[in-house]
């Protein structure tokens, strides 16, 4: 479900975060479908339990899921289309995009890059 690389940069919590946030938003984890125990996902990815906790807060500040008391934290009914942190992804990309045109790169190369045909 979700993994953990030492090696990512990253804090721990965000990378939880961003693999919840990809299950709810791909539809693989549907609305209202029960996520794991903070005790039961931090044994299983061998973190501490308040990293899990600070991960469902945040999940469920940026409204990608909710919490009953005493039954747990479960997933929101999210469209894909008005994702928060995709529209800023798109507007950092709208941004970057706009300093490479400048530069003298064509869109061309731009498209050329997003389809993966061009190497680094």
Wanted: with cysteine.
């Amino acid at each position: 479900m979700i993994s953990i690389d030492t090696r990512d940069s990253r804090p721990l919590y965000e990378q939880v975060v961003d693999g919840f946030r990809t299950l709810i938003v791909a539809g693989v984890m549907a609305a209202d479908e029960k996520l794991p125990s903070v005790r039961s996902l931090a044994s299983q990815l061998a973190i501490n339990p308040n990293t899990i906790q600070r991960a469902y807060r945040e999940l469920e500040a940026q409204g990608y899921t909710y919490s009953v008391a005493g039954k747990g934290c479960f997933a929101a009914a999210v469209d894909g289309t008005a994702d928060p942190h995709k529209l800023d992804l798109l507007e950092q990309f709208d941004q970057v995009s706009s300093q490479l045109l400048a530069l003298g790169c064509t869109a061309e190369e731009l498209t050329a890059r997003m389809r993966g045909g061009e190497s680094r």
